[in-house]
């Protein structure tokens, strides 16, 4: 069965630099959800998406910027990266006609040097 | 805003045997759903067992089983017959009616010994 696709799986970026996560949702989902878990911590919410418009925000930086497109795949975008946003960040994606569906991508692991 | 809690930070038990995994939750809501989500080494993240709200039936799948307590916003995961590739992270998680957004507790890492 199809997954939630995250790429890429490993991205490298130094201080000051940008970096865009992709997110491609199980066919059919509408919804994408973007965490964001550090080290030793319990995934943190960042933002969401329903039918390509944002449905609701958490603890997500002025910095970073998202947006889901009409083929529903989603965009993180991180800018002036610090040392601090070094994590796995995750993609997951739910249909709100099936409430059984609701399952996270592998992660994208971000090292910030 | 919801909130989820896990007061087991870390857990240990002995291949074969049964645990169970404590979670509380708090929410005015009368609907939603309740996950259990296991994070092996490798840091993916896989669903365990879903729960509606609505449901009074517990959730079960194969070895995992949970005990929903609406009333008292409790639902606890138990692991039956727990196996080496049981050892992971494991997070509880609440998803609003509407969809907008997961809470996870602050998860109980299980290592099951042989």
């Known amino acids: 069965a199809a997954g939630v696709i995250q790429s890429p799986r490993h991205l490298i970026k130094e201080k000051r630099e940008t970096a865009t996560l992709k997110c491609y949702p199980i066919?059919?989902?509408?919804?994408v959800y973007w965490y964001q878990q550090g080290p030793g911590q319990d995934p943190q919410f960042l933002i969401s998406f329903y039918e390509k418009m944002q449905s609701d925000k958490g603890s997500i930086p002025d910095r970073f910027s998202a947006q889901q497109f009409s083929d529903y795949h989603s965009e993180l975008n991180m800018s002036s990266l610090e040392l601090g946003d070094s994590a796995l960040y995750f993609c997951?994606?739910?249909?709100?006609?099936?409430?059984?569906?609701?399952?996270f991508g592998p992660g994208t692991r971000l090292t910030v040097t | 805003a919801q909130t989820v809690t896990q007061s087991q930070p870390e857990m240990s038990v002995q291949e074969a045997e049964t645990v169970t995994l404590s979670c509380t939750y708090d929410?005015?809501?009368?609907?939603?759903?309740l996950f259990w989500y296991k994070q092996p080494p490798s840091r993916q993240m896989i669903l365990v067992i879903r729960?509606?709200?609505?449901?009074?039936q517990n959730a079960t799948e194969n070895r995992f089983s949970v005990n929903f307590q609406k009333a008292a916003k409790s639902f606890s995961l138990k692991i039956s017959d727990s196996q080496l590739g049981d050892t992971a992270m494991y997070f509880c998680a609440f998803l609003e009616y509407n969809f907008n957004k997961f809470y996870f507790g602050s998860g109980t890492k299980l290592n099951v010994k042989p």
């Open positions: 066919p059919r989902h509408d919804t």
């Open positions: 929410t005015s809501e009368n609907n939603y759903y």
């Open positions: 729960q509606e709200a609505y449901k009074q």
């Open positions: 997951a994606s739910s249909s709100r006609q099936g409430a059984n569906e609701q399952y």
